[in-house]
Each structure stands twice: as C-alpha cells, then as structure tokens.
C-alpha cells in the first residue's frame, strides 16, 4: 500500500554462536558465578579473556547483547580471587576494580548485576551519601562511578582512596564508544590523570574497555587511554534473522518542499503493525515525538477496532516507577502490541521476545540504531514468529536521506570514528591545573599528556596558578582545581532555563548557544514542551520563560564572519586547495523568524544582541575564480557554495561521532583571506573538538557522499533533506542545488588524499 516509501529492503541471516571452553586460568569459582553460560563462551569473550590474563590492555567492540560485561566481571573477579588467595597481593594491598560508565544510570545497573555474586562493591556518584562514601573507601572492592565523579571526587581526594588505588588492578571503561567530541578529549585527559595518581601508588592497573561496534575501535581506545590496546571484533554470539526496511516519507507540497511529517508515517506503520497482532517498539527522539506517534496511533485504531485503542501506549522518562513497571510488564506478556518510547527504554530494562522495531530518525550512530533493533528478536521470543523486523525512517535532514538511498552506509562497514582532540588547550589547561593539585608536575608528565603539556604549564605558571619549586610545578590557588573544568560542557556559565510562574529552573542552554536559542521571543523545546521565552538577561545568565504550544517555530537569524588564524596544512586537488587551521568565527545574532509548522515565514522581529567571538578549528576548500568559468555563473556562485557548505555539516556526523549541531560554517564567492571562492566548516567549540581536522583528513570520501546526496534528492530546487539547514541564520537564503552539484563536480575532478597534519595540527 505504501511500499513506494521503501527504499531499500534487505534480510540479514541469522548468525549461529561459535562457541569455546572457559579458558584453563580462569578459577571454577569465577566461572561458577556465570551460570547462564553453561561451561562455555563464544569465541570472542575466550580471546578477550586470554589477552587480558596475558597483560594486554583490550578493547571490545563488538554488537549488542553480545556478553562484553562478562569478559571485564570474570577478569576482575579473576583478580580479586587471586587476592583472597593471598598470591595476588601487593605489599598488604588487596586487589581493586573501578568500573567507569558514562551514565549513573549504567553503573547502577552494573551494580544490581554485581549484587548477585560475591563480590564486595559500590557505586559512589553524586547521589552518593557521605557515609556511604566512606564505607566504599575502606571496604569496597568494586567502585563503579562515572567520569564526572572520578574527576571531581576520587581523583582531588586520592589521599582518601589510596586503598582503592593502590590495589587496582583494572579499570573498566563501559561504553566507551560514547566519549566523543569536547567530552571525549576531557575523559581522556581525567584518565591519564587516574593513571599518574595509580602509579604515586605504585599501581599500573590494566584498561579493558567495552564498546559498540565502531570503525578503529583499537586507535580509539589508544587516544582514550594513552596507552596500546588490542580490539576484540570478530563478534561470535548468535543473531537471530531480521529483515531491515529503509524508509522515507514521501514529499508534500513545493512551497516549501518538504516531507510528510516522520511522526504521521510512524503512527501509519504502527496501526498497521498492531492490527496484524505484532508487538513493536517505536523509538522517537523526544518525549512529545513519542507522545505524537502514540495518540495518533490510537485514533486511526479507534477507527478500525476500538478494542485496539488500549494496546497502545507511550514509554518514556518522567513516569513514576509502578507506571513503568506496568507498562513493562504488559509488553512481555503481550496484552501491549504497540509502544512509543524515548530512550529512557535502554537504561537497564530487558524486555525480549518482540516483533518489530521502528526507529525515527538516525539516532546518531549505528551501533546505537543496532542497539534499537536489537531489541526484536532476541531470546524468548514465540516460535511461530522467527522473523524480526526492524524499520528505519528517516527524518527530512540531509544525514537520514542519504543512509535511505545508500543502504551500504548503513548496513555495510562500520564507518563512524570516534573524533576528540586532547591537544585543545581549553580542555587541556584545566586538567593541567587538576593534575598539579593532585601531583606536582613535572617535565616527564608530557609523555603523558601530550606535546602541548609544557606550553599548558607555562600559560598556567605565567597566570599566577602554578608556581615552580624544586619537585614540580604546584597548584597555589586556594580553590579546588577540578572545578575550572566541567566535562560536558563547552565552556561559559550555562545559561539558566526559568519558569516564569514558578521561579523553578527548569534546565539549562550552553552559553555558546543561549543567544540562538533561549532570545526574548524564541519558542523553546525542553523534554518535550513548548515554552515561549519572555525575558533573557545575559548578564545574570537567566532566560525567564513560559509554557505555551504556539502554532509556529522560531529561527535565529545572524551574521557571521570568520578569519583564519592560521593553517596547519593544505592539500592541492588540481586548481583547488583542501586546507584545515585555526580560525576566529565572529557571529551575532540580529533578529529571529516566526515559521508556522510547514516551515512557511510568518514574520521576523529584531534583535539587539552583542558579538560573539570563536577560536576554533576549521576545514575549507577554495576554487579560484578562472577554474569557475563555464561552471557556475557568476551570480549563482553565493547559492552554490551556500547549498554545498549546508549539505557537507549534515553529512560529516556520518564519518565522525557528532552532531550538525556540533559543526557550523562560512561560505563566500570571494573570502579577504584567500582571495577566492570558501566553503568553511568549523568545530563549534573553543579550541576546536577534532571534528574540523577529522573532515581534513576524510576530505575526499566526506565530500563525495555530500555531493551524492544533494545529485540524488527527489526534490527540484532543495530541501530540508538536502541543502536547507534548520539552523541557517540567513533563512537558508541563497540557496542553489544544481550549482552545488557542478561546483562539488569540479572540486573533486581531481581528489585525492589530503596531506598530512603538521606538526602545529592536534591529533
């Protein structure tokens, strides 16, 4: 009936498990506490097992539900038998395991995990009580805490856990495919702080981290840890068959072209789904989204079987827990065929046995849309439905139309790096800073830190904050270290989100973003509702807002200028040059646009906002105005690159671990610094996250897909899934597709690998 929005339809074989012994130096006590193993392992877990137990630091990457919490629980109970034994211990030090997630939530559910078996552990996070605490230094074998407690409260206070410290024998990094960005570089550098303290104590505890499935999950894990480790990724658990659907709404309308509404598809191919008795899972990224897909759901069933109606419901955060435990239990016994959920599923929930999942939107990596889908067909499921399925539907943006239309993107290699750079000297300073608080520093602390570490020192040493003696450079300030530094933020105060009825806050909005975002008038979306803001005082950081659902979106609109300060490399392609650097963005924004619900312009109002200044990192490609004659008139050349510079920020999140909104760009038919034709894209964070150098380096491969992108979108002149871009603060004005397709044509007649690097570039 619909199958005109199939784009692509493949079944994937069901995977039978390659299976081996437990190995021979792992205890039977240890082995005992897997009971659900049955005397054996897939292949994968044995060879993570034997490399650890042969000194190695390990990374495994492999899919979902495919066991890598038994291999870092078996190693580390392995470790602490061995220190009940007494032939493991180190002077009177009895063995210790830190497990690090990205999440409370995840190490809580580690700990219920660990309850079951004899093992003495602890979760120590900012819920933490300062009993509890302390009952955790002195007896606890296992901690299981997160980056953000490791950095504020284990590592400034190390004196008080020199017992977990110096008996540490692994540190398990949990998820580690989410350290990415401005947060990766700052759990990195908190790691090799946590390496320096373990080592005062005479500690060198092995790494074993635990990621999804990724592309150079080894190198990854190297930057992470600064250290060599090996990866696991020959994943041997069994898989049952599945056929995946690509989907894309069809286009509604020409003024402006756009797709029918994700949602409204959604709640089509859900009604249908449970009419046929198939219990499914809807992911949506919002909290209303979800809401949306469920209440229309339940009107088109109330038209074919109210009976129906009830077997469909919302799942996400925010219920209270008997709600959720109801809603839980009423998917496994199967009285609910149809559920809306957030992510707020994945936080330790295991409900098996489904039919079908549907995911709306890219949800940012592939290893978390095969997490989403790996939720049907997995063990318990009716014998009568051997056929999982799982549905793909895509948003309109230019990252989920282009994975529609080249299913290989999506289903073939891992193609996703994980992208931070240590070496940005705003994420670097702070921890310098931590690090001399908890240690003095010294020369020999550059092979640790990296190469701009004494540069770090000295800015630090010339600002009054370090001062030299005789064993290293100490911290002289009298307030905690750790404090200039907060791990998932850019930097700035984050602006306050308040409810103008109440006085409550309810959120917070990065300060590099507030004035785009949070601007008197600026409709709001937080957890799901609409608020309109009434006030912003940027001098106190504080948007007063009020709740309302208004029958319009806003838009910023603004100006932007960028200046390279200076390039770190350049690769020539024929006539052009693919360059990356340092670059100051300075951008205001002047006035925002009302937009009703179709996109179509409802007004625009002004604004009185001052200019903001970036440091930051940058890629761009020029063309010299000569190599453009008889390709791109003259007076297209605006729209041309404009279309081009939006199409390649929504492609990059495809080769790098970030978000469209972690990038912005600059495009000009004639830039003062170059003299010619620039498309620029740059990292949004001060000091660069890795992302710019990153697109550098994939140059030839990043722009091909955003050329194929733009050439192969159905729409005539552009849209949202192509060239139009959300966040454009010219009102994606000018805008030519077909100029951008001659102009990438000619940029990359003569592509090829981008020049290495030099060595003022980070890594």
Same mark, same amino acid.
């Given at each position: ?287 209303? /989204?979800?809401? %949306?897909? !469920? ?5 088109? $069933? *109330? @038209?074919? +079987?109210?009976? &129906?109606?009830? =077997? ?116 670097? /300073?702070?921890? %310098?800073? !931590? ?5 003095? $520093? *010294? @020369?020999? +602390?550059?092979? &640790?830190?990296? =190469? ?129 650097? *340092? ?181």
């Amino acid at each position: 009936m619909r199958s005109d929005r199939i784009t692509h339809s493949e079944e994937l074989p069901a995977r039978p498990a390659v299976v081996e012994e437990w190995p021979a130096h792992v205890p039977e006590e240890v082995r005992r506490a897997f009971p659900e193993t049955s005397g054996a392992l897939w292949a994968h877990q044995a060879e993570a097992l034997n490399r650890l137990a042969a000194g190695e630091h390990v990374v495994l990457s492999t899919g979902t539900s495919s066991g890598k919490s038994l291999v870092f629980q078996a190693a580390g109970l392995a470790a602490l038998h061995a220190g009940r034994a007494g032939h493991a211990l180190d002077g009177n030090r009895r063995p210790t395991v830190l497990y690090v997630a990205p999440t409370k939530a995840l190490a809580a559910d580690q700990w219920r995990r660990l309850a079951s078996i004899d093992v003495t552990a602890a979760a120590v996070d900012g819920d933490t009580s300062r009993e509890e605490r302390e009952w955790a230094r002195n007896h606890a074998a296992w901690i299981l805490t997160n980056p953000d407690t490791l950095h504020h409260v284990l590592l400034p206070g190390h004196q008080r856990w020199a017992r977990v410290f110096g008996g540490l024998r692994f540190v398990v990094v949990d998820e580690a495919h989410h350290y990415r960005g401005v947060f990766g570089a700052h759990v990195a550098l908190v790691l090799r702080r946590l390496r320096r303290v373990c080592a005062s104590y005479g500690a060198t505890p092995q790494f074993v981290l635990a990621s999804a499935t990724m592309a150079e999950p080894a190198d990854a894990a190297c930057r992470l840890t600064g250290l060599d480790v090996a990866a696991v990724t020959d994943d041997a658990s069994p898989r049952s068959a599945r056929r995946v659907v690509l989907w894309q709404p069809p286009l509604i309308g020409d003024d402006p072209p756009v797709r029918r509404s994700v949602t409204a598809e959604a709640a089509d191919l859900l009604a249908d789904l449970v009419v046929e008795g198939t219990r499914t899972l809807a992911f949506v990224r919002s909290r209303r /989204g979800a809401e %949306l897909v !469920a209440s229309r759901t339940q009107e088109l $069933l *109330t @038209e074919v +079987d109210p009976a &129906l109606r009830d =077997r469909v419901a919302t799942y996400r955060g925010g219920y209270l827990p008997e709600e959720r435990r109801e809603l839980e239990a009423r998917l496994r016994s199967g009285d609910l065929l149809g559920l809306a959920t957030t992510n707020a599923l994945e936080l330790g929930i295991d409900i098996s046995g489904l039919d079908a999942v549907m995911t709306l939107g890219f949800p940012g990596t592939r290893a978390a849309l095969e997490q989403q889908f790996g939720r049907a067909g997995r063990a318990g499921r009716a014998a009568d439905r051997p056929d999982a399925l799982g549905v793909f539907l895509a948003r309109d943006e230019p990252l989920d139309a282009y994975l529609v239309n080249h299913p290989q993107a999506l289903l073939g290699a891992p193609l996703e790096t994980n992208v931070f750079d240590t070496e940005n000297p705003h994420v670097l /300073g702070p921890h %310098l800073a !931590a690090a001399a608080h908890e240690l003095p $520093l *010294t @020369e020999a +602390d550059a092979e &640790l830190f990296g =190469r701009r570490t004494l540069e770090g020192i000295a800015a630090l040493e010339q600002a009054g904050w370090l001062r030299r003696r005789a064993a290293g450079w100490f911290w002289t300030r009298r307030d905690r270290a750790s404090d200039l530094a907060d791990l998932r933020s850019s930097g700035g105060r984050p602006v306050q989100i308040i409810d103008t009825a109440t006085g409550r806050v309810i959120g917070t909005v990065e300060a590099s973003s507030a004035d785009g975002t949070v601007h008197a008038g600026a409709v709001y979306v937080h957890q799901g509702e609409s608020w309109v803001c009434d006030h912003y005082d940027l001098d106190n950081g504080v948007a007063e807002m009020h709740l309302e659902s208004p029958e319009y979106w806003t838009q910023a609109r603004s100006t932007t200028e960028i200046t390279i300060v200076a390039t770190a490399a350049t690769t020539a392609w024929g006539a052009a040059t693919v360059n990356v650097g *340092t670059v100051d963005v300075s951008s205001q924004v002047i006035g925002f646009m009302r937009r009703d619900h179709n996109s179509r312009p409802l007004g625009e109002e002004p604004l009185d906002l001052p200019e903001r200044t970036l440091r930051t990192s940058a890629v761009w490609w020029t063309l010299p105005v000569p190599a453009l004659a008889g390709v791109v008139d003259a007076v297209d050349l605006p729209g041309a690159a404009h279309a081009a510079e939006h199409a390649s920020i929504g492609m990059l999140p495809l080769l790098a671990t970030c978000d469209r909104w972690d990038l912005g760009g600059v495009s000009t038919a004639l830039h003062p610094d170059t003299g010619t034709l620039t498309v620029f894209v740059h990292d949004a964070y001060a000091g660069g996250a890795g992302f710019a150098e990153h697109g550098y380096r994939i140059a030839a491969q990043w722009l091909t897909i955003t050329r194929d992108l733009i050439a192969g979108c159905a729409c005539a002149t552009g849209c949202p899934s192509c060239i139009q871009s959300p966040k454009c603060g010219n009102g994606n004005e000018p805008l030519d597709k077909a100029g951008a397709v001659r102009l990438l044509d000619l940029l990359l007649s003569e592509a090829g690998s981008t020049a290495p690097l030099s060595e003022t570039a980070g890594t």
